[in-house]
């Protein structure tokens, strides 16, 4: 980025700070026009102006997937830590309900996502006026779980991973040399992003066999999913007990490492080196969505957006997930400066 491109960032955000019909004033100084001794604004090392939270001001709603909700809500508090003074509302409610929140009802500043935003979603967006812009923030893995409890199952293929949520009544009915349990399922809700991936993935996009399935609870809530599935009860030698199997974002196992047991897939281990050269079968990529009114309109999401990118590749090991690949997160900066219109 050249240096009149540096300044013209600057002098379009307190532009924009100071714009707007609306009562209340807010403010957002991204970059200075210049430092003091007349050089260009400081840049990161991805070509983003410098936002310093201390000097933003006016509130920011997102909301959208559980999946991207702890990543979201870490760089949130950071950017809180920092000196952020206003709210930041970020609310877990499925990748679907997000959309559906920015796309229909026009309530949220940005969409949190675990799946691309669908071409009926980008149709209702444009029905309120909003084009959606999308950021790659990461890459998350499905993690296929089972109770501490469990003692026979440490790896499925995808088939297997398809009965087990489907027609399969007994582990027997996965594979034969596995124990007669009941099999008790929990599954994310339609809503949720984790959901419409693990039917794309596993189910060849047909969620009918997973949804009627027995002895199976849906919940948007990860915690639930969780307890559901450590308090299964699978008990070696008596086969009346349940042995239950969940799946969710991998950083959700992270948190609950000491009350689950994480299974491979197709012989592969979910983790950050298996993510990235591809051989884990279930990654997924994760989003966030604006629209570059929103971000003229209100130059706090646009601040908060461009922190976001900034710091999001050194926390993101810390939340659970993975970096997401250079090139698109390099589309997601990109993405930015074009609706700042760089």
Not at 133 to 139: D, K, L, N
Not at 235 to 251: K, V
Request: proline share 6%; charged share 20%.
């Amino acid at each position: 980025m050249n240096r009149s491109k540096l300044a013209l960032i600057g002098v379009l955000l307190l532009v924009i700070a100071g714009c707007g019909g609306s009562n209340t004033t807010t403010t957002a100084t991204v970059a200075p026009t210049t430092t003091a001794d007349g050089s260009a604004p400081p840049t990161t090392e991805e070509g983003l102006p410098v936002v310093d939270p201390l000097s933003v001001s006016g509130d920011i709603v997102t909301a959208g997937s559980s999946t991207v909700f702890p990543l979201s809500e870490f760089i949130a508090a950071q950017f809180e830590d920092e000196g952020y003074g206003d709210t930041i509302t970020i609310d877990s409610i499925g990748s679907g309900a997000g959309f559906e929140r920015f796309c229909v009802a026009g309530e949220s500043d940005i969409a949190n996502a675990s799946r691309a935003i669908e071409d009926d979603e980008v149709t209702a967006c444009e029905g309120i006026g909003r084009s959606p812009i999308e950021f790659r923030v990461g890459t998350d893995a499905l993690a296929v779980v089972v109770s501490p409890g469990n003692y026979f199952v440490e790896d499925l293929n995808l088939e297997q991973v398809a009965l087990a949520f489907s027609t399969a009544a007994t582990w027997a009915d996965v594979d034969p040399s596995f124990p007669a349990h009941p099999i008790q399922r929990f599954s994310p809700g339609e809503d949720s992003g984790t959901f419409d991936y693990f039917v794309e993935a596993i189910l060849d996009e047909d969620p009918a066999p997973l949804l009627g399935s027995t002895n199976l609870q849906l919940s948007e809530d990860d915690n639930f999913l969780v307890q559901g599935v450590s308090g299964d009860g699978c008990t070696e030698g008596d086969l009346s007990s349940p042995c239950a199997i969940s799946y969710f974002g991998y950083a959700y196992y992270i948190e609950n490492t000491d009350v689950l047991q994480v299974l491979n897939v197709e012989g592969v281990e979910p983790s950050q080196a298996n993510v990235d050269n591809g051989t884990y079968p279930l990654a997924r990529p994760l989003f966030i969505y604006s629209d570059a009114t929103i971000m003229a309109d209100k130059p706090q999401v646009a601040s908060f957006i461009a922190y976001y990118l900034d710091v999001v590749n050194d926390l993101i090991i810390d939340v659970g997930y993975f970096p997401s690949p250079a090139a698109d997160f390099e589309g997601a900066v990109d993405a930015w400066l074009e609706a700042m219109g760089m």
